[in-house]
Nanobody, 124 residues
Framework: QVQVVESGGGLVQAGGSLRLSCTTSGLSFVDYAMAWYRQTPGKERERVACIVWGGGPAEYPKSMRARFTMTEDNVKMIAHLQLNNAKPEDTAMYYC?????????????????WGQGTQVTVSS
């Protein structure tokens, strides 16, 4: 059974840092693109980062590039998302997602495996 489970969310002060983890089972990063999305109530889910094993550094929307870093541990099959200089607007539920195939240029529907999410709250 292929699944992903997020962890590491919590409360962080503005300017602080947080590292989220996505623990996977039943899949290999060699076959799956991995992504992080976030969502706040009433808004659409937005991508934070996407990475493909062997495809170089993760890809980020321009608005996310400066403060987010996504990495993969191909031995433990865990994907991480580092948030630095957190801002209150980063408050959201953060989701890990996996999509079969090595593409980051597709929308959210490409990612068919989703976790339950981990809440990040940034206090001002």
């Amino acid at each position: 059974q292929v699944q992903v489970v997020e962890s590491g969310g919590g409360l962080v002060q503005a300017g602080g840092s947080l590292r989220l983890s996505c623990t996977t089972s039943g899949l290999s990063f060699v076959d799956y693109a991995m992504a992080w999305y976030r969502q706040t109530p009433g808004k659409e889910r937005e991508r934070v980062a996407c990475i493909v094993w062997g495809g170089g550094p993760a890809e980020y929307p321009k608005s996310m590039r400066a403060r987010f870093t996504m990495t993969e541990d191909n031995v433990k099959m865990i994907a991480h998302l580092q948030l630095n200089n957190a801002k209150p607007e980063d408050t959201a539920m953060y989701y890990c997602a996996a999509g079969y195939g090595l593409m980051c240029d597709r929308g959210a529907s490409y990612f068919t495996i989703w976790g339950q999410g981990t809440q990040v709250t940034v206090s001002s």
